[in-house]
């Protein structure tokens, strides 16, 4: 019998524009204590590339998640990624593709339309659609982050899908009541929703208290 009592949130990140949302929800996570599996699919890696101009290398995946993460926040600790688990995109006989993996649920962030046709019609076509299917089978917490514009009937169809089988759907829309007047603050925010819906403590924005006004003194400049 086993001895390890790790029971980690897996982070599933598709090639959707917007993997600054996926850098911010994995140093909240870990900030938090929450352990971390990473599941990078491959068009994800081109869109790293793209909006960073950072290499995700699987041989050299600790580095480079090191360096994508540390890229709009200099302050992050790399001796935090200790408790990080990287699993292949192409490598089924991972372990969070079995349900008796202890993980205690996924996000998705940020989804792409063809992830969430393949999570909504459980194809598995990798190891990030796998998981997903497996987390909604044993009935553990699933967000979908989903970051497209405009959305098609099709993708409507999927998403209402995931919602009847118990998957959050959170799209990628930053709220502008929590003052964020930066890409960082309004990044956050989205991150900060995903936690909120799995229940994970942070510090990511600004909560609503019921005062009017207060968004416009947070993010006015000071005098």
Not at 125 to 139: F, G, H, I, Y
Not at 191 to 206: I, K, N, Q, S, T
Request: proline content about 6%; hydrophobic content about 45%.
């Amino acid at each position: 019998m086993g001895t390890d009592k790790r029971q980690p949130w897996v982070v599933g990140v598709s090639g959707a524009s917007g993997t600054p949302y996926a850098a911010s929800v994995i140093r909240a996570l870990l900030a938090a204590g929450e352990p971390v599996d990473l599941v990078v699919s491959r068009a994800a890696r081109l869109t790293i590339l793209d909006e960073t101009g950072i290499a995700f290398r699987d041989a050299h995946w600790r580095t480079d998640l090191a360096t994508w993460l540390a890229a709009d926040d200099v302050g992050f600790d790399p001796g935090r990624l200790a408790d990080v688990r990287y699993w292949a995109a192409g490598d089924f006989a991972a372990g969070p593709s079995s349900g008796s993996y202890p993980a205690k649920g996924m996000l998705v962030v940020p989804a792409t339309t063809g992830a969430v046709a393949g999570i909504a019609l459980g194809l598995s076509k990798d190891l990030l659609q796998r998981v997903a299917s497996v987390t909604l089978k044993e009935r553990r917490p699933l967000v979908v982050c989903v970051r497209e514009a405009p959305l098609n009937g099709v993708t409507l169809k999927h998403l209402v899908e995931l919602d009847a089988q118990g998957a959050v759907v959170l799209p990628a829309s930053p709220g502008f009541y929590a003052g964020g007047s930066t890409v960082r603050e309004l990044v956050d925010f989205v991150a900060g929703r995903v936690l909120d819906a799995v229940g994970v403590p942070h510090a990511l924005y600004r909560r609503w208290e019921g005062e009017l006004g207060a968004a416009a003194r947070h993010s006015a400049p000071p005098e």
